[in-house]
């Protein structure tokens, strides 16, 4: 999900919140727990920046996780001033700013923990954002990356052929339906050492009609013929009353150290 910056459209911002704050009660929480106790195994940060902070409750989740010695400060960044305006009401204790992350209104090594949940596999210069993300991090300081791999979905019950079309198509409309697995070397080829990589399985045994709904939008949209994807979705709604439901995809948290003073060095 990501929002339009310049033409901002409340009632989207409000329903794009609204799906960004659902998920924290169901699947979201797990991921997310498990990615900060992966990434701050070996590290207790003190100064912390969440790119494309959304909401803002990754923070707290990472402020919680920290059982840290010195209190740590929190920053969070988002393109969309709906969100970081709800943020910073929510968490007055951190500090937000609207901002566009390939442009990081940061100077060079400000941090010593600079993470991105859920966004990279959404926007078309993940790349850029990445090395932003590397620019504002101190030397010795870890850069780490929570995204999932649509491609790698998994959904029964439906016919085979279609099943993997349309997941296939749904993984094409992302910026990038394979962000999961082309983690590790975007992180190499930023010059990153000690890259850590770990994945998690999100299980799915409910199935969440709108979520569907909005698959089959989505491949329309981009061109898979309305028939078919018509005929998998109301398909999978029959048969998922009557068979077992399974949705599952990989999570990857992924992260790395910076050695270098910049990225030209
Ligand atoms: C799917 S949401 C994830 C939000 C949060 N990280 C989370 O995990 O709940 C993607 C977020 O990235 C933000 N975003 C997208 N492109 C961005 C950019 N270029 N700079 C900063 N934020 C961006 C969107 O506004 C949105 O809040």
Known sequence: MVLDARNH???????????????????????ISWFFQTILKDSTPTKILDVGCGTGHLLEVCDRTLKAIVTPSFYGVDLNQYLITNASQRFPSYQFEAADATHLPYPDETFDLVYVAAVLAHVPRAADILKEMVRVTKIGGTIA?????????????????????????????????WMGRKLPSMFKHL????????????IDRDFDKPFFERIR???VEAGFPSDRAERWFSELCQQASVDEFLFTRNWYAVAGIKQFKSLNE
């Open 9 to 31: 459209d409340p009632a989207q911002e409000i329903a794009a919140e609204k799906v960004l704050l659902d998920r924290l009660d169901t699947y979201y929480s797990d991921i």
């Open 145 to 177: 990356v929570l995204d999932q791999d649509f491609e790698t979905a998994v959904l029964y019950p439906g016919d085979k052929q279609l099943t993997r079309s349309v997941l296939n198509a749904a993984a094409d409309y992302w910026s990038d339906g």
């Open 191 to 202: 010059g990153l050492t000690d890259i850590t990589v770990d994945a998690r399985v999100r």
């Open 217 to 219: 939008n989505w491949i």
